[in-house]
């Protein structure tokens, strides 16, 4: 056995997002998002399951503080809903719904919990995907509105911002394959709502700093790296296209180099841009790139492409792994594609500082007999992953934080209530909380800050 030490005032987290578990998805004045709107459609999610009620959070909040305190998380990651705030996407603040997060802030900090916020965690008011959402640029300037009235009502005591969750999501899995709302299968407009959704990051950035002066303010965007199946030229070739769907279309605009260029061309000859570029103005690019305070990193796992497939064949891009373990989201344990990317994030793209945003695994294990729940699945996933975080750090990578995806069960989007993430057991008909062992063995390496490896 070996002990990894993590830095002094390394940050351990972690995370959940406002529609996954708050419920509560028409009371105080809050109007529909798009995900209401999605998940209210049969068909759309699993079972026709819903955010309606999730993990009844909105109600149940002080409780889940105070068992967050009670295991001693040093960090919470959440994100608002933009259509508690600021309803039908208007103007018109609405006080009980800002209300909610003032007294969730509060509260954290007087347990001694620091809160990370995220402003966007995919709940576009559906009066603002009515007008086009995503793809149509005056969402930018509704974005950076919700970005001011909450960084001028929370900004004098949350000093860690995060415009955007996961970009590739919103835009790509969103638009492009269909599975999230809004459910469409359009290219260009995918296309589009990226570009629009980094403007408003770009354009954000700065309206936050104005509010809150000593905050830290980055983006998470999501991570999936890819390796070649084989040593082939196509195999090659299908994960550099990959790569530049997944990772370099988002990252190189963040980072001030532009839109790939040799993705730029693979779009036009598959017809996906059909009008070029025209949806960046001038300036776009340069407020793209304002220079961020840190880097989040959500990542779970990686592909394997082969040159067999195509983008549009998503869902069966990866081959498997016969020697690989795989989560019950049918997601390969990977944990080197982290230590590669944290890794690249500095080397390559010389991110000033880095949090792992969003980490973690889905496995269904329940109570036992005597109340237990005995996840050791996720305990050694975390334990392999964060093996490779603190190698990175030994190399040298600005690793500021870690935040466990996620703190308790929750609505798992399209797939409803059937995976478990949490480190947290909910138990949907009571609404009962149940630390799994995970969250034992967790509490044990924050109040000791560090790992015991195998
Ligand atoms: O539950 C999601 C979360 O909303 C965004 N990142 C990935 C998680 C697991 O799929």
Same mark, same amino acid.
Not at 427 to 430: A, F, I, L, M, S
């Given at each position: 056995m070996a002990v990894l030490r993590f830095p002094e005032r390394f940050v351990w987290g972690t995370a959940t997002s406002a529609y996954q578990i708050e419920g509560?998805?028409?009371?105080?004045g809050r109007s529909p998002s798009h995900w209401d709107t999605f998940a209210h459609?049969?068909?759309?999610?699993r079972n026709g399951?819903?955010?309606?009620?999730?993990?009844?959070h909105y109600r149940r909040w002080p409780e889940d503080m105070a068992l967050m305190a009670s295991l001693n998380i040093q960090a919470y990651r959440f994100s608002v809903s933009w259509p508690r705030i600021l309803p039908n996407g208007?103007?018109?603040?609405?006080e009980a719904g800002l209300d909610h997060y003032d007294r969730l802030v509060d509260g954290l900090l007087e347990a001694g919990i620091r809160p990370f916020i995220t402003l966007?965690?995919?709940? +576009?008011?559906q009066t603002l995907q009515d007008a086009g959402?995503?793809?149509?640029?005056s969402t930018v300037d509704h974005f950076v509105q919700l970005a001011d009235v909450v960084s001028r009502r929370l900004g004098d005591r949350v000093h860690n911002w995060i415009t955007h969750n996961e970009p590739w999501c919103t835009s790509m899995l969103s638009?492009?394959?269909?599975?999230?709302?809004?459910g469409w299968r359009n290219w260009p407009a995918a296309l589009a709502a990226a570009h629009h959704v980094l403007l408003s990051h770009g354009t954000a950035v700065p309206a936050i700093r104005a509010n809150a002066p000593q905050a830290e303010v980055g983006i998470a965007p999501n991570y999936e790296p890819a390796y070649p199946l084989t040593r082939s030229p196509e195999d090659i070739e299908a994960a550099r296209i990959w790569d530049g769907y997944y990772i370099r279309w988002f990252n190189d605009p963040l980072f001030?180099?532009?839109?790939?260029a040799d993705m730029v061309a693979y779009y036009q000859e598959k017809g996906y841009l059909p009008h070029g570029l025209n949806f960046v103005q001038p300036g776009d690019m340069e407020t793209i790139a304002v220079p961020v305070d840190f880097i989040g990193i959500n990542n779970y796992t990686r592909q394997i492409m082969s040159?067999?497939?195509? +983008?549009?064949?998503f869902q069966t891009a990866a081959s498997p792994n016969p020697n690989a373990t795989y989560t019950?989201?049918?997601?390969?344990?990977?944990p080197d594609g982290l230590y590669d990317l944290l890794n690249r994030l500095h080397?390559?793209?010389?991110?000033p500082k880095i949090y792992i945003t969003e980490n973690g695994c889905s496995y269904g294990d329940g109570p036992d007999?005597?109340?237990?729940?005995?996840d050791t699945r996720r305990i050694d996933y975390l334990r392999s992953y964060l093996t490779g975080v603190h190698r990175a750090i030994g190399n040298g990578v600005p690793v500021a934080g870690y935040f466990v995806w996620s703190f308790m069960d929750n609505f798992e989007w399209s797939?409803?209530?059937?995976q478990r993430f949490g480190m947290v057991y909910v138990?949907?008909?009571?609404q009962q909380r149940l630390p799994k062992e995970s969250a034992y063995w967790y509490k044990d390496v924050i109040s000791h800050n560090q790992l015991e490896t195998m």
């Open positions: 509560a998805w028409d009371e105080d459609t049969p068909g759309k999610t399951e819903t955010g309606d009620v999730a993990c009844d208007g103007n018109q603040i609405n966007y965690h995919w709940e +576009l008011p959402g995503w793809p149509e640029r638009h492009q394959i269909g599975l999230h709302a809004p001030g180099r532009h839109y790939p040159g067999k497939v195509s +983008l549009d064949q019950e989201m049918n997601w390969e344990v990977y080397f390559d793209y010389q991110a007999k005597n109340g237990r729940i005995h797939l409803g209530y059937s138990d949907y008909q009571t």
